[in-house]
């Protein structure tokens, strides 16, 4: 089946501590968002990439780190310098990445389940 | 940057009523997208609108795009227990210069009263 796979669902870190959250999809979609979610604030955007090896940040950047190595995997770093990490992460892929057309065909984003992440 | 409201944030309805949430972009859009998340799970898709004053049906679902392509609305005619969920719009922006970005909104987060 394809999809895409985020682990693990439920993660706690003591705080101070770099944590890494996993995204992959076998989809071949060329691009790759992540997201943070909490109450009430929807969803934000941390970081993307429309192409292998491009990334750019989004608007809550600061503390996060990411890599595109590869097409399948967008790892998300949440280092020690954010100073709220507690929240839940989406990670999300959609067919389109770097030459959109102005329609946004194929620009539907298809997300993973989830981490939870606790500092504790 | 780009900001996408949506109102109203929470929406509690009798089963059977209407539900419509409402959602206004800063900027003229490409396009926007709709999504439901069911408590505990995450956004899934649930439709696309690119063109000026376009509206989509989805059985009990209605869609709109306006006119000048920086707001959108859904609506739900008479509302069932499985309609529980929070609904995001998206806004889709390209730049032009290779960059494509969706900025969803807060949400509307709907609680169906049996």
């Known amino acids: 089946d394809g999809g895409i796979t985020q682990s693990p669902k439920y993660l706690f870190r003591k705080e101070g501590q770099n944590v890494t959250l996993s995204c992959e999809q076998n989809?071949?979609?060329?691009?790759m968002y992540w997201y943070r979610q909490d109450p009430g604030q929807g969803l934000r955007l941390i970081y993307y990439?429309?192409?292998?090896?491009?990334?750019q940040k989004g608007d809550i950047a600061e503390g996060y780190s990411v890599s595109r190595e590869k097409k399948e995997s967008f790892p998300l770093t949440v280092t020690s310098a954010q100073k709220n990490p507690t929240a839940f992460y989406l990670c999300?892929?959609?067919?389109?990445?770097?030459?959109?057309?102005?329609?946004?065909?194929?620009?539907?984003?298809?997300f993973g389940q989830g981490t939870r992440l606790t500092v504790v | 940057g780009q900001q996408v409201m949506q109102i109203p944030q929470y929406q509690h309805v009798q089963e059977g009523e209407d539900f419509t949430t409402y959602c206004n972009s800063s900027?003229?859009?490409?396009?926007i997208q709709w999504y439901k998340q069911r408590p505990g799970g995450h956004p899934v898709f649930l439709i696309q609108l690119v063109k000026s004053g376009e509206v989509k049906k989805q059985k009990r679902l209605t869609f709109q795009f306006g006119e000048a392509k920086k707001n959108s609305s859904l609506h739900i005619t008479a509302t069932q227990t499985t309609d529980v969920g929070t609904y995001f719009c998206?806004?889709?922006?390209?730049?032009?210069?290779?960059?494509?970005?969706?900025?969803f909104g807060k949400g509307t987060k709907l609680s169906v009263i049996p």
């Open positions: 900027t003229t859009l490409s396009n």
């Open positions: 989809l071949n979609h060329d691009a």
């Open positions: 999300a892929s959609s067919k389109e990445g770097q030459h959109e057309i102005p329609s946004g065909r194929n620009t539907e984003a298809f």
């Open positions: 998206a806004g889709g922006l390209y730049s032009g210069a290779g960059s494509y970005q969706l900025t």
């Open positions: 990439s429309q192409i292998v090896n491009d990334f």
